[in-house]
């Protein structure tokens, strides 16, 4: 997967191409997401003690991860993603994801 949890994200297919947010919720093994306003499904519920009237509660659905682009800090929209090695200043090698246009990381990952 190419994106992690609190990344925003811009939605690039489905019916709510165009909305961002901020991703909520991943599920790897099945490649799929949740973002935070986008994909809102109904789900009937019954009436428990905690919540004696039951009824019909909207919330968000998954997304396939695919379906999503990852929002560049200094770019200001959707990119793709590269992962490229940094070498720390005690000769370790890490991963990291950064933008393909500007080479910026992201996510917070210094």
């Known amino acids: 997967m190419q994106v992690k ?4 994200v811009v939605v690039i297919a489905g019916n709510d191409r165009g909305k961002s947010g901020k991703i909520l919720k991943t599920f790897p093994e099945s490649n799929r997401i949740v973002v935070e306003g986008i994909n809102f499904i109904k789900r009937h519920t019954r009436g428990t003690q ?23 800090s200094s770019c200001g929209e959707g990119v793709r993603t590269r992962s490229t090695e940094l070498v720390g200043s005690d000769e370790k090698t890490r991963h990291v994801r950064a933008c393909v246009r500007c080479g910026e990381m992201l996510g917070g990952e210094q």
């Open 5 to 8: 949890k609190n990344d925003q």
């Open 50 to 72: 905690t919540n004696p009237q039951g009824g019909i509660v909207e919330r968000e659905g998954t997304l396939d991860a695919s379906n999503v682009m990852v929002i560049c």
